[in-house]
C-alpha cells in the first residue's frame, strides 16, 4: 500500500475540489456539522467537485483500508457526516439543480440543499416534496423518507425519487431508475446513504404556489388539550389536503409575540394547503378559533418563503442536539395529554417537540414499494432537544429519551422515522425493527453494492452474508 501522506498529495493533484487534511487552515470548518455536539476528526476530507471527484475519493479511501463518511447538508443529528479516522466526502460544493419544465423533472446534485431545489423549480410554479427547514440536505432527507409540507397530496420525498446516479463502493457509476437497476433505486428510497453516494437524484415535480396557504395560531400550553383534539378531529377529515403538526416550543422574546408571553411554553398548529390559497384561507380559519391565541401568522404565502419560515428557529452548528421520534398508531387523548405534559418539562426554551399527521398520499404506498416499509403510522410524536451547554447534555438527552420511552404504549411497535436518530447509540436492531419486512431485502441489496460495508455511517444495514 502507498503510504498515506504520498497517496493523499496524489489525490490533492488529481481532485478539481479540495482535499483537507489535519493541520491545514480550514480543517475544523470542513468538519463541523449541524450539531454543535459532534466532534469527530476524519484523516481526509475530499471536498468535491464533480462524478470524476467522488470516484477518486473512493478509490483512494479503498487502497488505503478507510472507511467512508457522506456529507449531503450535514444535518444529520448523530453526525452521520463525518466519522474519525476516516474519509469524509464532503459534497457540499455540488448543488446544482437543472429543471425540465416540459418533463416535470429536476436532476439535483448530491449536495443540495431544499433551498437550492426550491429556488430552482418554484419559477416555474413547481416543486417536489422537501422538509421543512431550507438549508437540510436533500440527499440525507430523502434518503431515509422526507417528511415535509406536500405530503398531503405528493408524499415523502422517496415517493417521488425517479432515478438517481451512484457511485458505489468498487468506484463505479450506476444510474438507477423504474427500468434500470430497480433494486437500487427500491433501496435508495429509504435505505439511507448505504449504497454508495448518491451524485444525482432526479425528481418528479408538481405545481405548487407560488401562493399556498400557511396557518399558525400559537396557543398558551395553558390552552391545554381541547384546541389540539380539535386540530387532530379537523385532520382527520382533511389529510388528503392538508400537511400539518402541532409544534411545541417556547414563545421568544421579541417583537413576534406580545410580551406577556415572553419564555411561555406555546404550541403552534401549523399547516400548508397545497391548493387555491383562498379556498385554504377559509378551510384553516377555524384553526384559529379554538381558544384565545398567544398569537397567530396565519396567512397566504409563497411556498418559498414557507420553506424557509423555521430557518431561524434552528441554525447550523450554534446548538447541541439529540432528536427521536417514534410513528404512532393513532392520537389518542392520552397522547395528546403526553405531549403537553413532556413539553412542559423540557429542559431547554430552544427545545421543540411535535406530533406530525399523515395519511392523504403518504398513506397510499404499498409497504414493499419502497425500502422505507409501512406507511399505516397515522402520526409522529418527534423530540427534538435542543440546548447551548455542553453541562447540561445529560439532563436534555434524558428529557428526550424519556419522553420517547413515555409514548411507548402509544407507538407503533419498532417504527421508528431513521431521521430522527438519536445519536445512532441504538444499533442495528432498531433498524432492523424499523425496516420491518423490508430489512432482508436491504441485506440483500447491501451485499450486491457495498459487500463491505465500506458506508457504514449512517443507520447500517450489515450486507447479507
Ligand atoms: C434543522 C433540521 C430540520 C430537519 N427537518 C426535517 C424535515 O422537515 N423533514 C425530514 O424528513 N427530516 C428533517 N430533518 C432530518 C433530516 O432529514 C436528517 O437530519 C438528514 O439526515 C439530513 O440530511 P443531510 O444531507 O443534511 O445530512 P448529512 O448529515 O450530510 O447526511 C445524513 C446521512 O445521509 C448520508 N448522505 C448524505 N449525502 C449523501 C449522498 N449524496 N449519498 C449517499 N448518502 C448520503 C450520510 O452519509 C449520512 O449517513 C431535519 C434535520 C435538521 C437538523
Given at each position: 500500500m502507498i503510504d498515506f501522506d504520498t497517496s493523499a498529495k496524489s489525490l490533492r493533484r488529481g481532485l478539481e475540489g479540495e482535499v483537507i487534511i489535519l493541520g491545514d487552515d480550514d480543517y475544523d470548518a470542513a468538519r463541523a456539522?449541524?450539531?454543535?455536539?459532534i466532534d469527530r476528526r476524519p484523516k481526509l476530507i475530499a471536498r468535491c467537485r464533480g462524478v470524476g471527484d467522488v470516484i477518486a475519493a473512493v478509490k483512494f479511501a479503498r487502497k488505503q483500508g478507510l472507511p467512508v463518511s457522506i456529507r449531503g447538508g450535514a444535518h444529520n443529528v448523530a453526525g452521520h457526516a463525518v466519522c474519525d479516522d476516516g474519509v469524509m466526502i464532503d459534497l457540499s460544493l455540488m448543488r446544482s439543480v437543472t429543471v425540465d419544465q416540459a418533463a416535470r423533472r429536476a436532476d439535483v446534485e448530491g449536495g443540495a440543499i431544499w433551498r437550492d431545489v426550491d429556488s430552482a423549480t418554484q419559477p416555474f410554479g413547481l416543486a417536489t416534496p422537501g422538509g421543512?427547514?431550507?438549508?437540510?440536505?436533500v440527499a440525507g432527507l430523502t434518503l431515509s423518507g422526507g417528511i415535509g409540507w406536500?405530503?398531503?397530496?405528493?408524499?415523502?420525498?422517496i415517493d417521488n425519487l425517479m432515478a438517481a446516479d451512484v457511485v458505489t463502493a468498487q468506484g463505479d457509476v450506476v444510474h438507477c431508475s423504474e427500468t434500470e437497476n430497480p433494486d437500487l433505486l427500491w433501496a435508495l428510497r429509504g435505505g439511507g446513504?448505504?449504497?454508495?453516494?448518491?451524485v444525482k437524484f432526479q425528481f418528479a415535480l408538481h405545481e405548487v404556489g407560488p401562493e399556498v396557504m400557511f396557518a399558525a395560531p400559537i396557543y398558551p400550553l395553558?390552552?391545554?388539550a381541547e384546541p389540539i383534539r380539535k386540530w387532530r378531529d379537523f385532520l382527520a377529515a382533511n389529510s388528503d389536503r392538508v400537511a400539518s403538526l402541532c409544534e411545541f416550543s417556547t414563545a421568544a422574546e421579541g417583537?413576534?409575540?406580545?410580551?406577556?408571553?415572553?419564555?411561555e411554553r406555546v404550541y403552534t398548529l401549523a399547516c400548508v394547503y397545497n391548493g387555491d390559497a383562498q379556498e385554504g384561507e377559509a378551510l384553516l380559519?377555524?384553526?384559529?378559533?379554538?381558544?384565545?391565541?398567544?398569537t397567530d401568522f396565519s396567512g397566504r404565502m409563497n411556498y418559498a418563503d414557507v420553506q424557509q419560515?423555521?430557518?431561524?428557529?434552528i441554525p447550523f452548528g450554534d446548538y447541541r442536539c439529540y432528536w427521536k421520534a417514534r410513528y404512532l398508531s393513532g392520537l389518542s387523548d392520552d397522547m395528546i395529554d403526553l405531549a403537553i405534559s413532556n413539553a412542559r418539562s423540557?429542559?431547554?426554551?430552544n427545545t421543540i417537540s411535535s406530533l406530525w399527521n399523515f395519511g392523504g398520499a403518504t398513506a397510499?404506498?404499498?409497504?414493499?414499494?419502497?425500502?422505507?416499509?409501512?406507511?399505516?403510522?397515522g402520526w409522529m410524536y418527534s423530540l427534538d432537544a435542543i440546548w447551548p451547554n455542553e453541562a447540561d447534555d445529560n439532563q436534555n438527552i434524558a428529557w428526550s429519551r424519556d419522553g420517547w420511552n413515555a409514548a411507548e404504549p402509544y407507538a407503533?411497535?419498532?417504527?421508528?422515522?431513521?431521521?430522527?436518530?438519536?445519536?445512532?447509540?441504538?444499533?442495528e436492531d432498531l433498524t432492523r425493527k424499523a425496516f420491518g419486512p423490508n430489512f432482508a431485502r436491504l441485506a440483500q441489496i447491501k451485499a450486491k453494492y457495498d459487500p463491505d460495508n465500506?458506508?457504514?455511517?449512517?443507520?447500517n444495514i450489515t450486507p447479507e452474508a
Open positions: 456539522v449541524w450539531n454543535a455536539m421543512l427547514i431550507s438549508d437540510t440536505g406536500l405530503r398531503a397530496q405528493h408524499g415523502l420525498s446513504g448505504n449504497f454508495g453516494v448518491v395553558s390552552a391545554g417583537e413576534d409575540f406580545p410580551e406577556e408571553f415572553w419564555g380559519q377555524p384553526l384559529s378559533e379554538l381558544a384565545p391565541l398567544a419560515l423555521f430557518d431561524p428557529l423540557a429542559p431547554s426554551d397510499r404506498v404499498a409497504t414493499d414499494a419502497t425500502a422505507f416499509g409501512d406507511r399505516s403510522m407503533q411497535e419498532g417504527r421508528i422515522y431513521l431521521n430522527f436518530p438519536g445519536h445512532g447509540e441504538d444499533g465500506v458506508f457504514r455511517f449512517n443507520q
